[in-house]
């Protein structure tokens, strides 16, 4: 079983719908969460992190995490043509290397 | 707003040569990091390093790659003979003292192409 695992996609939606992503991970060490975006040949952007399970809430982007099913889920609101990209989740024992997904790539049309 | 400047943004070079990557981490970071991305695979962890040394590897990490901090603003990799697997784009990232590693910041990359 992969640490990580994060459907690919690509997921299309049309302007203004609600977007879920979502991984699924095995390592119980697991303790940080995070979401990055990453456009066509640029670096991972921090979006959101979190620690607890529960929900996080910044602007459009909601984060979830439920740690004793080893799920989290990244919800955006009124997505935006320029919400386009890929979507990584990663997670981190803390101080360790960080895991990354595989990444979803979302395209919103206008 | 700080940001983690990499060049060069492209190189290309023989299988064989050695190629150094090269890296500006935000200033006040003390945590230096580098990953890889092979095209329509996974972001992958290849070394951190703190202080002077090496805190972490992976086991991609090998005897042809190494890292330093030649000044008080690079940070570098080095790949002594490189294989045409060894093509990918390399992230370098950083982070505060005071931040565990959920708060990586990374650059835009280097894509290598190794022909």
């Known amino acids: 079983q992969k640490e990580v695992e994060q459907d690919p996609g690509p997921l299309s939606v049309p302007e203004g719908a609600i977007v879920s992503l979502n991984c699924t991970y095995s390592?119980?060490?697991?303790?940080?969460f995070m979401w990055y975006r990453q456009y066509s040949r640029k670096g991972p952007e921090l979006l959101m992190y979190t620690y607890s399970s529960g929900n996080k809430e910044d602007g459009r982007f909601t984060a979830q995490v439920d740690k004793s099913s080893k799920y989290i889920s990244l919800f955006i609101r009124d997505s935006q043509p320029s919400d386009s990209a890929t979507y990584l989740c990663a997670m981190t024992g803390g101080y360790q290397k960080v895991t990354f997904g595989t990444g979803t790539k979302l395209q919103v049309i206008p | 707003e700080p940001e983690v400047t990499q060049t060069p943004s492209h190189q290309v070079t023989q299988m064989g040569q050695e190629v150094i990557l090269r890296c500006v981490p935000i200033?006040?970071?003390?945590?230096f990091y580098w990953y890889r991305q092979i095209l329509g695979q996974k972001v992958e962890f290849l070394v951190s390093?703190?202080?002077?040394?090496?805190?972490?590897k992976s086991e991609i990490f090998d005897d042809q790659f190494s890292v330093e901090r030649p000044d008080g603003s690079n940070f570098t990799l080095k790949i002594r003979s490189t294989k045409l697997e060894d093509s990918a784009m390399y992230f370098c990232?950083?982070?505060?003292?005071?931040?565990?590693?959920?708060?990586?910041?990374f650059g835009s990359g280097t894509q290598l192409s190794v022909l």
């Open positions: 390093f703190y202080n002077n040394e090496i805190s972490e």
């Open positions: 200033s006040n970071h003390l945590y």
């Open positions: 990232a950083s982070r505060n003292q005071q931040d565990r590693q959920e708060k990586l910041f």
């Open positions: 390592n119980s060490a697991f303790q940080y």
